[in-house]
């Protein structure tokens, strides 16, 4: 069983910058891909950005030019610089792993707050 633990949320107003991090129990070469979604109130979770075994990453077209994600693999740490944020970036961040256990198995982490005031 791996666990996910984010942490890096927060309140900041808009334009400013937060950095979420994911702390993976296993091993991150163990991992095809990781990643983060994120839900708002009210509305369905919505794929933030993937980082996948091979280095390959995608951003929603909402955030690209203003996240990044990237890894350290000593530290089996994923993480989510987030820039220039916006009102409609208040959500809950939630970091997520596919691990290849024969199959693929996905993880899910407790999810970090993040709220942009106007």
């Known amino acids: 069983q791996v666990q996910l633990v984010e942490s890096g949320g927060g309140l900041v107003q808009a334009g400013e910058s937060l950095r979420l991090s994911c702390a993976a129990s296993?091993?991150?070469?163990?991992?095809?891909?990781m990643g983060w979604y994120r839900q708002a109130p009210g509305k369905q979770r919505e794929l933030v950005a993937t980082?996948?075994?091979?280095?390959?990453?995608n951003l929603a077209d909402s955030v690209q030019g203003r996240f990044t994600i990237s890894r350290d693999n000593a530290k089996n740490t994923v993480y989510l610089q987030v820039n220039s944020l916006k009102p409609e970036d208040t959500a809950v961040y939630y970091c997520?792993?596919?691990?290849?256990?024969?199959?693929?198995?996905?993880?899910w982490g407790q999810g970090t707050q993040v709220t942009v005031s106007s």
């Open positions: 997520y792993a596919d691990y290849r256990e024969g199959k693929i198995v996905r993880y």
């Open positions: 296993g091993s991150i070469f163990s991992m095809n891909a």
């Open positions: 980082l996948t075994s091979g280095g390959y990453t």
